[in-house]
């Protein structure tokens, strides 16, 4: 536990990582505020409302995936991995419990952002699977960036790797006759879970499909970035 809010206060005392706080904030307000307004103002626009939205609900996880692989990196260049591998706690549940705080995080302002946004109406139940779908996201970026760098440099580069990942997906909607090739990005699926409740659609068995292909990522990750962090 002493390790999870050392993780928090580390984020909130470092003026860069609060300035992406800040951006989280500036999302909700201009998606639920500033959009609507503009799509009246530009009404071309309005198709592309469903694509903007989904392309909104992931930015969360991008920000703390981008925060707390940074942290990760960080205890590994001053050593710190070291002193926690030596822990006397299973380092599994160890690692997972760090990973909560992100993913709590994310359910919620995404949660916020779907429930208050005024193009779709969505159940608050379906606001919060959709959520906790797309949340996977957050620690599959963690231990990706933290997994693959060295240090804080690579980690940026890493970083835009992942995040450019992330977003592809979107461009099944573009090329629909390629969309299935996108698949094998765990952000498709909450992607395309949106877009089957907003159309009213059989949202289940992509939910499904997503779920289950993003546990089966986590589990292996963690697995990966296990057997080199902490050593």
């Not at 991995?81 to 419990?97: I, W």
Request: hydrophobic content about 55%; glycine content about 4%.
């Amino acid at each position: 536990m002493q390790v999870i809010t050392s993780d928090v206060k580390l984020i909130f005392r470092d003026p860069t990582l609060r300035v992406f706080m800040l951006l989280l904030i500036a999302l909700l307000i201009v998606v639920v505020v500033f959009l609507p307004s503009l799509v009246v103002a530009f009404p071309i626009l309005e198709p592309l409302t469903l694509y903007i939205l989904m392309g909104a609900t992931v930015q969360a996880s991008i920000l703390f995936g981008f925060i707390y692989s940074m942290v990760l990196i960080d205890e590994k260049e001053t050593a710190v991995a070291k002193v926690y591998g030596v822990l006397p706690v299973e380092k599994m549940s160890f690692l997972g419990l760090r990973l909560l705080p992100p993913v709590a995080f994310c359910i919620l302002i995404t949660f916020c952002l779907l429930e208050f946004q005024t193009f779709y109406k969505l159940s608050s139940l379906m606001s919060l699977l959709i959520s906790f779908l797309i949340a996977f996201l957050t620690p599959l970026l963690i231990l990706g960036v933290a997994s693959f760098s060295k240090n804080k440099m690579e980690g940026m580069t890493w970083f835009k790797i992942f995040q450019l990942l992330v977003t592809l997906p979107l461009l099944a909607y573009l090329v629909p006759k390629y969309g299935r090739l996108f698949g094998v990005l765990p952000s498709c699926w909450g992607f395309e879970v949106l877009r089957e409740v907003v159309e009213e659609g059989y949202w289940h068995l992509p939910f499904s499909i997503g779920l289950l292909h993003s546990v089966v990522l986590l589990y292996f990750l963690m697995k990966y970035f296990l057997s080199k962090h902490y050593k």
